[in-house]
């Protein structure tokens, strides 16, 4: 199986380069390619195949798009090559961006429920269904606060599955987001 992420951010964020990382910890460099990367290629290096091709103008064959309007849960019994997701920072509410940029595709579409996930959780929670596991038994944790300093956190309103009693988050983006000051 090969999870494609497609870039749809004018950049390669610092964010972005962190889900990717723990994306390709989850699934595997061998696994796993990132398309429509348009600059910062040499930073992919290394987690996985890079293309500047979007997914948009490539012949995949059994490819699913994830997506949260698909009308079907992914479910183990899918027999599908790849898997394509939107490589987005996440807005809430969720405005589309996925739908919008691939609103040409003819091929089949699977949600992971209602509910916006991370790029790296959706890919984790599809890896974990192709592998057998049963969507409906997963344990997931909605909005998840992050404390950043004494007195100041920040929370992030996606859903995130729960691995031995923990959000799957990135330790290195709990690290990135003490240090920034963005927020």
């Not at 989850?26 to 992919?44: E, H, M, Q, R, S």
């Not at 919008?100 to 790296?120: C, P």
Request: glycine content about 8%; aromatic content about 10%; some cysteine.
């Amino acid at each position: 199986m090969k999870f494609i992420i497609e870039h749809l951010e004018p950049e390669l964020y610092d964010w972005c380069l962190i889900e990717y990382r723990h994306i390709s910890k989850a699934v595997g460099k061998d696994n796993l390619i990132f398309t429509n990367i348009k600059k910062g290629k040499d930073k992919l290096a290394g987690l996985g195949e890079v293309k500047e091709e979007s997914v948009n103008n490539m012949n995949l064959k059994n490819a699913c798009l994830m997506e949260m309007d698909g009308k079907q849960t992914l479910s183990s019994k899918d027999k599908f090559d790849s898997l394509v997701f939107g490589g987005i920072l996440g807005d809430h509410p969720p405005q589309g961006r996925t739908l919008k940029h691939f609103k040409n595709w003819k091929g089949d579409k699977r949600n992971l429920g209602t509910e916006q996930m991370s790029t790296d959780n959706a890919v984790m929670v599809s890896k974990l269904i192709v592998d057998g596991a049963d969507f409906s038994k997963l344990k997931f944790q909605d909005e998840i606060e992050i404390p950043i300093e004494e007195g100041q956190s920040v929370i992030f309103p996606f859903r995130y599955l729960i691995i031995n009693r923990k959000p799957f988050i990135s330790e290195e983006l709990i690290e990135y987001l003490k240090k920034t000051e963005e927020f």
